[in-house]
């Protein structure tokens, strides 16, 4: 998809869902935001716009329930613009570690980024992590909390999808590094039981799918296997238009097993061609060993869920 014609679709998709949510958040209010009964995208999602922004940053997008700061890493300056996602369940931990990881290499070697902006967000759910709960501190599941057209009111296996589409800081916050980095493209990391791992994508991101299968050798799914309203890529992928990828690890592989398994398939996603995603070289066609450079874990250990 042109750029041009992505901006447009994502501004059409956050405006409509600013508009249709705008009272319950006025009545709510966002954190460090000035929120009115109808707000613009801008009043909604607060910060730099998008040509004001760093070439390498720490930016707080928001604040949790229990007021722990929910941080995105925002890479280089380039034309492709890709956003990854950790930790929406609190009690996926692999998923934390994997977008740690990543974030880490990209740090180490910048060239990886060159010609692309790739914002990270390693811990959507910091209190969910603390706690060891799929759930929010307030009892939402956050994947059930965006403003996609199937977002519903009913709990899944007695965990609350909200109030109203977005009424959790998290969510807010996710939505925040989306008007940021304006991506054309996301994956939001997960886990489920060994067996089920996949890449599963919505919206136009098929190709994408099968890109990461030639590096990580996971089935490629468009249906999970269950009802997923309010999801992150009901919202992005099918709503918005905009490619998107739940990498689903494997449950009982360690974090550091799953980063081995995903380093490649994570950075041929960031590469890819837009117009072209399969024209990524496969980590076995080249030279030198492709993105296998030893890097120390994070300092907070994270064992498999």
């Known amino acids: ?39 613009a995208p801008a009043a909604v999602f607060p910060g730099p716009a998008p040509e004001e922004r760093p070439a390498a940053a720490r930016i707080e997008l928001g604040r949790s329930v229990d007021g ?23 009690n996926e931990p692999t998923g934390v ?19 692309r902006t790739i914002g990270v967000v390693p811990e959507a759910n910091p209190d969910g992590l603390s706690r060891g709960t799929r759930a929010n501190a ?3 599941d956050l994947n059930r909390n965006f403003p996609s057209e199937n977002w519903c009111r009913a709990a899944s296996s007695g965990v609350s ?7 959790e ?8 590094a989306v008007k940021m980095v ?12 060994a067996g089920f791992h996949c890449n599963n994508y919505d919206g136009p991101a098929e190709p994408l799918a099968r890109l990461m299968s030639r590096f990580n050798d996971y089935p490629v799914e468009a249906d999970i296997g269950y009802p997923t309203p309010g999801a992150l890529g009901s919202w992005a992928g099918v709503d918005c238009g905009i490619p998107s990828i739940t990498l689903e690890l494997p449950r009982g592989i360690s974090g550091e097993d799953c980063w081995e398994n995903n380093q490649d398939a994570l950075l ?23 993105h296998r450079v030893a890097t120390a874990p994070p300092t907070a250990p994270l064992g498999a869920p």
Do not use: N
């Open 1 to 39: 998809m042109p750029r041009a014609r992505a901006v447009a679709i994502l501004t059409v998709c956050l405006g409509g869902w600013a508009l249709s949510v705008g009272a319950a958040f006025a009545a709510d209010g966002l954190d460090g935001a000035s929120v009115t009964r109808t707000p």
């Open 68 to 90: 722990r700061p929910i941080v995105m890493e925002l890479f280089g300056e380039g034309d492709e613009h890709v956003l990854v996602v950790g930790g929406i369940h609190g």
């Open 97 to 115: 570690y994997v977008a740690r990881r990543l974030a880490r290499f990209l740090r180490d070697h910048p060239k990886e980024f060159d010609g």
């Open 138 to 140: 307030h009892g939402v």
């Open 161 to 167: 999808h909200g109030t109203h589409p977005a009424s």
């Open 169 to 176: 800081p998290e969510t807010q916050a996710i939505l925040r």
């Open 182 to 193: 304006q991506p054309q493209r996301i994956v939001d990391v997960h886990s489920i039981p």
């Open 268 to 290: 041929a996603f960031a590469d890819a061609d837009e117009a072209q995603p399969e024209r990524v070289q496969l980590a076995s066609e080249v030279t030198e060993p492709a």
